[in-house]
RNA sequence: GCGAAAGUGGCGGAAUCGGUAGACGCGCCAGCCUUAGGAGCUGGUGGCCAAUGGCCGUGGGGGUUCGAGUCCCCCCUUUCGCACCA
């Protein structure tokens, strides 16, 4: 209708272009029509594009969110129109200490907070012309959601890869709760930036770290960026060892394990260091020593995890009294107590060999330990000398190379062999002897999940005097989080649901006797490591996830996120996963079949944060330029997967190319009115070429998230189309419209309409299609050098030879100059690149 | 310290199986149009010079090559991870 009336009021005045009227009239008929939402039981080419759910803060979008989610729906509606059925769902992460911490400080509870949040963040959403189906979004605070959060909670437990041990836990003091060791950046916590101490707590963990090896292998094959996939190696730290075992000097069967990268320098190991938290250091604390230990420890437990791993700090430590047995050497050797042995990687113990670690040589050093040599270079030794005696002068630093040009000398029967191979030799003789075996370790630990604080899902047990822990059956599911008004964290790691009797108090589903409820809540992580996993079952009340839709939609065909999530979101999501698909409950094991990085955006420079107050809200954009011109604008400000600094002044450039992308349309109907036909669709031979040059590049752009060289590509085409003031063919601008669309969605479905075209543009158009042959001009110009420097440039025709070229560059007058009085020795042709006189 | 990425006009950025550096856009300059314009249109826009021509130019310095932003070596800077990881 809209249409018509264009039509009518083109004959009296040229059609402005009014972003918030085409705007308004196409996301009122995409929802009209449904048009984002694919058959998710019978869509025939499933295509689940994926974007990570946003945390629904009180401030509302922020421009970073839409940047992301803008360029994965142009994305997705690029695959849409290359013939996906687009499955493109929206969802909130509003679970979480972010939202609590913000409920305190306003003073609001976070149940009121949450809805207003998300029905803001769902405004701002639809406004910015997103294809989302919003009939399948996710709410991780909803009951509805959280009890297949906890279900997979119970899942894990029956499987034994759950369980509740006490440990050391990194805790927030200021937060008030235990953070994984992925939420500890640099000692301080993520979210606040306190300095994070240690607690001993019972807790919940999940096994991760059993799956270490899985999740290292398969990072070979899936189709993530190389940065992400560098970052998750590095986080799950896999080191190839061995785990050698020091006997007490003093006879009883007691041993301490170390875990060591070098076992091929087991004989330069001439003392042992324990962490201060080491469960046998009171084993060695002799009568002597007692009082300079427990003033050692105690100056330790005092210091802070920064102040502690600061890695320039002098090295500290104490002797117990007490020593332990080499296992290759046979003698004692002293052992001591240092905090630079840390108690939470390897065994926390280790074998000192202050020759070939800078670490323990600093150690040494200072507290004057002694250094033996175990290995030196392979031509360093005098003619004649006995590798298993050598007397070898100290550097200033440990001599750390271990390659196959060293050998290892001081070593018993292993002297004078190869550093590199003589290592596993030496393991597999401590093995013979029960003192050692090969060993990996990694960095990863198990995922503590326990959280001391209010607004999260509660863990579903309950602790029973006769039966202990007890897993609340699931038809007993969902453990609701009841209203409670007190849900201030406490400083004692108790949380607050321990507080509200009503919801602890419970009769033990086993015995009938009286239990207790876990108080505990669980990690945010854990409502975000499965929630693609809901979106194509959000309409199934009995199940977490339907077995067809879930065959049908996952994996996930592309996920866009930010890299802030390398380690932490995606490596718990990928665990999820893999467990529940040994359970039964999925058919693959790795979420993402294809996972890309955006960037960042900044703003003069620098990051953008409230702190700062240069945060952009885009409202006020899409309101003064429309949604379109602004997604354009995002998308064009630099290349997407490395982000760009957001400048004002820069929209106007996008902006003025959808006008003028508009104007050319209305030109081209108008003209075909005029001349009462449907328009001139012979193109010209120029443009032609034009043409299918743009559709190659534009597709093959698109496809790797290339959006800033798309557009111009774009740009390009247009000021072709409309070179010299000519009216727009109609073959010329359908393209044209088409391959905008995924960036000027709404424009694009206007000018579809105004083109004659049955709407939806997003139902109805193909993507074009290029021809190879019509990409190259039958002539080339082609630049012609004269030793290296351009001289002139000349136009040939196809594939001419060599000699044709050249006859017709010397006649070239820039060229013939430079090469008059001088002999060209010889002529460089490249075939319809370039020609390139060598003279001298 | 280790690892990764990156340094190109006034600005955002193009171009890397080595082959016309600066696409596209912003800004700026000139002209046109206009009562007016933070509108529109046309053209120009890396620097320098004795200027129809030429020299220089992709962080700096070397090298390979007919030819280097692109490849190799050394150095500098920035950003982002990780950081006493045994």
């Known amino acids: 209708m809209a249409a018509k009336q264009a039509h009518l009021t083109r004959e009296f005045t040229k059609v402005m272009y009014d972003p918030n009227h085409v705007e308004e009239r196409w996301q009122a008929f995409w929802e009209k029509n449904r048009t984002n939402e694919p058959n998710l039981d019978a869509a025939a080419n499933p295509f689940f594009n994926l974007m990570m759910f946003p945390y629904p803060s009180a401030e509302g979008l922020h421009v970073g969110n839409l940047y992301a989610f803008t360029g994965a729906d142009v994305h997705g509606r690029f695959q849409r129109l290359r013939g996906h059925d687009v499955f493109q769902p929206a969802g909130f992460d509003a679970f979480g200490i972010h939202s609590e911490n913000f409920a305190l400080k306003v003073g609001v509870h976070p149940m009121d907070l949450i809805p207003a949040n998300i029905a803001n963040f769902t405004r701002q959403l639809k406004r910015s012309g997103i294809m989302y189906d919003w009939t399948h979004s996710v709410d991780t605070t909803d009951p509805e959601y959280y009890r297949w959060t906890q279900w997979i909670f119970l899942q894990l437990y029956k499987a034994g890869l759950a369980e509740k041990k006490e440990a050391a836990v990194n805790w927030c003091p200021s937060c008030k709760t235990v953070l994984a060791n992925e939420q500890v950046i640099s000692g301080r916590c993520e979210r606040c930036g306190s300095v994070v101490g240690q607690k001993i707590l019972s807790q919940w963990f999940f096994k991760i770290a059993k799956y270490a090896e899985r999740l290292l292998d398969n990072l070979d094959w899936i189709d993530w960026s190389e940065t992400t996939r560098t970052a998750q190696r590095n986080w799950i730290g896999r080191s190839e060892g061995a785990t050698l075992r020091f006997r007490l000097a003093d006879g009883s069967k007691e041993e301490v394990s170390v ?59 104490v002797f117990t009294g007490g020593s332990a047995v080499n296992p290759a050497t046979g003698e004692g050797v002293p052992v001591w107590i240092a905090d630079y042995v840390l108690m939470e990687y390897g065994t926390g113990a280790i074998m000192a060999v202050p020759a070939h670690d800078q ?5 040494a050093r200072a507290y004057d330990l002694p250094v033996q040599p175990v290995v030196a270079p392979a031509g360093s030794l005098e003619k004649g000398s006995d590798p298993a005696q050598v007397t070898v002068a100290l550097g200033d630093s440990a001599f750390v190379e271990h390659s196959a040009d060293e050998i290892l000398i001081n070593s018993g029967p292993f002297s004078g062999r190869a550093a590199t191979e003589a290592g596993a030799a030496i393991v597999d003789s401590l093995t013979e002897r029960d003192l050692g075996e090969p060993a ?6 198990d995922w503590c999940i326990s959280r001391q604080r209010y607004w999260g899902p509660p863990i579903p047990v309950l602790y029973c005097d006769e039966c202990g822990i007890v897993p609340v059956p699931e038809s007993d599911l969902p453990v609701v ?70 065959r049908r939609w996952l994996p996930v065909d592309a996920y866009i996120g930010g890299e802030e ?26 979420p993402y079949k294809k996972f890309r990085k955006h960037g960042l955006l900044i703003r003069d420079g620098s990051k953008m944060s409230k702190s700062k107050g240069n945060v952009v809200i885009p409202d006020r954009y899409i309101a003064s330029h429309g949604a379109d011109t602004f997604r354009a604008y995002l998308m064009f400000l630099g290349p997407y997967t490395e982000g760009g600094d957001f400048r ?43 043409l299918h040059q743009t559709i190659k590049q534009i597709t093959e752009d698109f496809a790797d998230l290339s959006f800033n060289t798309g557009i111009a590509a774009l740009m390009e085409y ?63 110009r082609i630049p012609v050098q004269v030793n290296g420097k351009l001289r002139g440039t000349v136009e040939v025709s196809r594939g001419a030879n060599a000699d044709t070229v050249r006859k017709i560059a010397m006649e070239e007058e820039g060229v013939r100059r430079h090469l008059e009085g001088v002999e060209v020795r010889k002529t460089i042709h490249v075939p319809d690149r370039l020609l390139n006189f060598v003279v001298g």
């Open 259 to 317: 875990f060591t990268t070098r076992p091929d320098t087991v004989y330069g190991a001439t003392f042992l260091v324990l962490a201060p938290e080491h469960p046998l250091v009171e084993r060695f604390v002799s009568e002597s020593q007692r009082t300079a230990v427990d003033e050692y420890l105690a100056a330790t437990a005092a210091l802070d995890l920064v102040e502690r791993k600061r890695i320039d700090k002098e090295k500290s430590g």
């Open 481 to 550: 989080l009841p209203r409670i008004e007190q849900f201030r964290p406490s400083d004692d790691g108790v949380a607050p649901l321990a507080k509200s009797a009503e919801f602890y108090q419970v009769e033990c589903p086993e015995c009938g006797g009286e239990a207790r409820r876990e108080t505990d809540v669980s990690d945010t992580f854990l409502d975000s490591a499965w929630y693609f996993l809901r979106y194509p079952s959000t309409d199934f009340g009995d199940r977490a996830m339907d077995a067809d839709r879930t």
């Open 718 to 780: 247009l000021n072709a189309i409309r070179a010299d003031g000519r009216t727009p063919q109609r073959a010329e601008v359908v393209p044209l419209v088409i391959m905008l669309a995924p960036v000027a969605p709404h424009l694009c479905e206007e000018l579809w309409d105004v083109l004659g075209g049955q709407p939806s543009l997003f139902d109805e158009a193909d993507w074009p299609e290029y021809d190879a042959s019509k990409l190259l001009a039958d002539s080339v």
């Open 565 to 590: 999530h390398a380690v932490l979101h995606l490596l718990y999501s990928r665990f999820i996963t893999m467990a529940l698909s040994d359970l039964g409950h999925v058919e693959f094991e790795e």
């Open 359 to 363: 670490r323990d040589f600093e150690f």
């Open 440 to 445: 990996l370790n990694y960095r990863l630990h």
């Open 648 to 690: 004002d002044r820069g929209i106007s450039g996008p902006h003025r190319f959808l006008q003028k992308v508009w104007d050319a349309v209305h030109s081209c109907v108008e003209a075909a009115d005029e001349t009462g036909g449907g328009g001139n669709d012979e193109l010209g031979k120029d443009i032609e070429r034009k």
